[in-house]
């Protein structure tokens, strides 16, 4: 199982320009979620969803989208990119929302110059 | 609202020490979910436990053990003899009982020094 994985690794983005990070997971969960983490910060929850078709927002959806078309695939969508949104953007999945741990993908580290 | 507190920023030990990293969480539910993770300089986050609102036993896992006190709503984290290899960022989380508002701390960084 290659679990939760993220593309891109890296990205350098200028402001006003828009991208999609993409997360896909293999292990058939149910709930997804992207976090940012700022340097020296905790995470911060951005979207989360508790299945294909459903989304919702969590902390800091502002400046975001996402999408969830299929269990596997939780893209999250940057429109506009700005300097504050510079961060490491998680996604992670669980297969019950809360009540089990959330396994992580390796993270895309995005700049906005 | 739910909120996680790590109040230790930065921490720094001599390799074999032990070392115990406070977490404090605010909640209004009754069933809750606290858990840790670990983030090493690779970057990547790490599970170590998960903990329900109804199970106070301490939990020991080779040389790391939890301490979970609903009285002073606290869970903290105890490394024993630690070693470098430990030298990671560790972040406390809560999440309620149906899994909304999962909540990380700001984290604690620990080094551990040869």
């Known amino acids: 199982n290659a679990g939760v994985t993220q593309t891109p690794k890296f990205r350098i983005l200028k402001i006003g320009q828009s991208m999609t990070l993409q997360c896909t997971q293999d292990?058939?969960?149910?709930?997804m979620y992207w976090y940012r983490q700022d340097p020296g910060m905790g995470l911060k929850l951005i979207y989360y969803?508790?299945?294909?078709?459903?989304?919702d927002k969590g902390e800091v959806p502002n400046g975001y989208n996402v999408s969830r078309s299929t269990t596997e695939d939780f893209p999250l969508r940057l429109e506009l990119a700005a300097p504050s949104q510079t961060s490491v953007y998680f996604c992670?999945?669980?297969?019950?929302?809360?009540?089990?741990?959330?396994?992580f993908g390796p993270g895309t580290r995005l700049t906005v110059t | 609202a739910q909120k996680v507190t790590q109040a230790q920023t930065e921490i720094s030990v001599v390799e074999k020490e032990d070392v115990t990293l406070d977490c404090v969480y605010e909640?209004?539910?009754?069933?809750?979910?606290l858990f840790w993770y670990k983030q090493p300089p690779s970057g990547e986050l790490v599970f170590l436990i998960r903990?329900?609102?109804?199970?106070?036993q301490n939990e020991i896992s080779g040389r790391y053990s939890w301490n979970f006190q609903k009285s002073t709503s606290s869970f903290n984290f105890t490394i024993t003899a630690s070693q470098v290899v430990d030298s990671a960022v560790y972040f406390c989380?809560?999440?309620?009982?149906?899994?909304?508002?999962?909540?990380f701390g700001p984290g604690t960084r620990l080094s551990v020094l040869p």
């Open positions: 992670a999945s669980s297969p019950l929302m809360g009540t089990y741990e959330q396994y």
């Open positions: 292990m058939n969960h149910n709930y």
């Open positions: 969803s508790v299945g294909a078709g459903i989304t």
């Open positions: 909640t209004r539910d009754t069933t809750y979910y």
């Open positions: 903990r329900n609102s109804f199970d106070e």
């Open positions: 989380a809560l999440s309620g009982g149906y899994g909304q508002n999962f909540v």
